[in-house]
């Protein structure tokens, strides 16, 4: 299978595991074909194409068992922590603890795509006030209150403040639902003002030395709210070492998206590579398994690099991605209209730059957080993208927006005029609901007519 790179069905998939040849040493017991999530209700993965490699079996396998490993946690007497929000700095401290595991309930906002509706998440939303008018994250209202899916967390954080108005809606209403919150704030970040101290921060960015002190303050609640759920300090050298853990895993998913985003012919399909990012933010609730998958797919690529051999044609046109997207499908469509990705903002690049280790761990931690893109103006952002999209040699941009999300409003347009400014690159706004099945002709177009002006502008 590693002669020919290639997408295949889930069908193709789940033949490669079960003709999975011996030397090949036993699977984790998490790995499995996927055909049997689809009997529990995930529908779209009949209608994905997947890379068609063990790694990746195992990267699906991993994502699609997370709920599991969350309720197997529940039943061994750990910890469990839900952190809202915030992409990436909350579990890294949670994962600090012994016998803590952190996620996300943001996360529910695939599961309307994933199961294809059926999950009733988005109505139980609806009767609940938070409506069609929000992103899809809203799902995870419903995620909470029909109690299906993950079980409810022992502790729950959200960031405020310079959040998303969709988010800082949706989790007041979950409070409103009996379900507490330990609340910390993060302010909206701003550029310092002459003759401020300012502060680099790991994402590029800067800020006032005093934005960063608020926000070391507010992570210091939090510090003291994980510690009592789990009857354990946490101390600045547990931290230290969960930022290192953590480090770990953003290293080796460095590696993969630098040879994945440069590699010619493309090594790795742009579903997968999304998967893998994701794994960033909180590890699909299993540490160091999410360094191990990812470790398998960075080798798979690599032999594929190393060999010449890729998934998709020669030369295919190199997409910077910007925001994740509700329908998974849409990242196979992309590479049917001639395309590749070479680089994302999936808005947490705060979750994938590595977190400073010659700094006190909270302090580290601050600057992390606060270099979330999404806490400051567009344009901070838009220089980001422009920065990434240069590094890695981007032909051409995609916005995509989430339906009903509040920033999305203004900054496809804000991000797009950067591009087009400093790059001079083609770019698309395009908007991807959570099933696309109806808008998919139309999204092949757009990309289609992306990938031609691309095309045109290459030299003959
Ligand atoms: S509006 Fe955007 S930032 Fe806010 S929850 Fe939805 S996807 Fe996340």
Redesign the pocket.
Known sequence: MNERPRRVSMADLDALCAARPPAAGPAPAYVGPLERHVRDGDRRLLHLEYDGSPAALRLWSFLLTEEDRLHAARAAGKTIVGAMKDLGTVPVMAYALPDVVAFYP?GAWWTPCIMELEAGLLRLADTLGIGDAF?P?RAMLGAFVNRRHFPIPDLLTCSAGAT?D??SAIAQRLESLGFPILWWEMPARRRPDPGETAVPLPTGFEAPASQVALVRSELERVRQALADAAGCDLTDARLASGLRRANRVRAVLDRLRHLAYTAEPCPIPALEMLIAEMLAIHFCSDQAEAEAVLADLLDEVRRRADAGKGVLQPRAVRVFWVNPVADLRAMNVLEDCGGRLCGTEF?FCHALDPIPQDLPPMEALARTALGDP?VGPATDRAERIVRDARRFGAEAVVVSR?PG???CALEGAVIGEVVRRRLGLPVVEIEVPPVADAVLPTLRTRLEALVEAAEQRREP
């Open positions: 943001d992103c994250v998303c969709d988010f808005l999404m989430i999300a509040s920033h």
